[in-house]
C-alpha cells in the first residue's frame, strides 16, 4: 500500500478551523495519558466489542509510521493494553485511536505511546474475529479511511481526508502566522474587537 504521508505539528483545533468543515471525532475520545499527541497517516481496522483479534492482525499488518484507527463497537473492554502497544511500537506505529476502551493506562503512559480511547475497562476480550483490515471505518462518528491524515492532542481529535491533506495544511500555516499577528497586536494595546473586526453589540 503507497501513502502519502505528510507531518503536521499544528492542533486539532487549528486544523479544524482551518480546513472550514467537520472534521472533527466525538470528543468522548480521549487521550489515555496526559500529553499524549499524535499525527500520521491512519491505517484503519474493524472489530467486534468484546474481541481483539483483529487488533492483533492489524498491528502485524499495518505499515510503518501510521496511525492505527480501529472502530470497536465502543464496547467497554480492555481491548488493547501494554503488550500490543510494545508491539505497535516495535513496528514502527505512531499511536491508535480506537472507537472502545483500552487498560494498562500506567503502562502505556511509560512507553510513550499514544492512544486515544472512550475510556479504560479491564474486561478481558477472546480472539475469534479476525477483523476487516484497510477498508472505511465508523471512529468517533466519523467515517475514517486508510490514507486520511489523523491528528490528535490534549484538545481532541481530526481526521483529514487524503485528498484534501494538502490544502488544510496549507490552510493552517496561514492562520498560525495570522494569529501570531494578532497576539503581537494585542501586547500593543489593542483589543480583540478591534483586530477581529467584531461588533461589541453583537449585531
Known amino acids: 500500500m503507497t501513502t502519502t504521508v505528510l507531518h503536521t505539528e499544528h492542533t486539532s483545533a487549528t486544523l479544524l478551523e482551518a480546513s472550514r468543515r467537520n ?57 488493547w493494553g501494554e503488550v500490543l502497544a510494545v508491539a505497535a511500537q516495535a513496528r514502527g506505529l505512531l499511536g491508535l485511536v480506537i472507537d472502545g476502551a483500552v487498560r494498562d493506562s500506567v503502562e502505556q503512559a511509560s512507553l510513550g505511546f499514544p492512544v486515544f480511547s472512550r475510556g479504560l475497562a479491564i474486561a478481558g476480550t477472546a480472539k475469534r474475529y479476525p477483523g476487516i483490515l484497510g477498508r472505511s ?19 481532541g481529535l481530526v481526521s483529514i481526508p487524503a485528498a484534501d491533506q494538502q490544502a488544510v495544511i496549507e490552510s493552517a500555516d496561514r492562520r498560525v502566522a495570522h494569529e501570531a499577528h494578532v497576539m503581537s497586536e494585542l501586547l500593543t494595546g489593542r483589543t480583540t474587537i478591534e483586530l477581529l473586526g467584531l461588533n461589541p453589540l453583537g449585531n
Open 137 to 155: 471505518v465508523l471512529a468517533g462518528g466519523r467515517v475514517v479511511r486508510t490514507g486520511d491524515l489523523v491528528v490528535g492532542d490534549a484538545d
Open 23 to 79: 472534521i472533527a471525532l466525538d470528543p468522548a475520545l480521549r487521550p489515555l495519558w496526559s500529553g499524549a499527541r499524535l499525527a500520521g497517516p491512519a491505517y484503519t481496522v474493524q472489530g467486534v466489542p468484546g474481541d481483539n483479534l483483529a487488533l492483533h492482525n492489524a498491528v502485524a499488518a499495518a505499515p510503518p509510521g501510521h496511525v492505527l484507527v480501529a472502530d470497536l463497537g465502543g464496547g467497554e473492554f480492555g481491548h
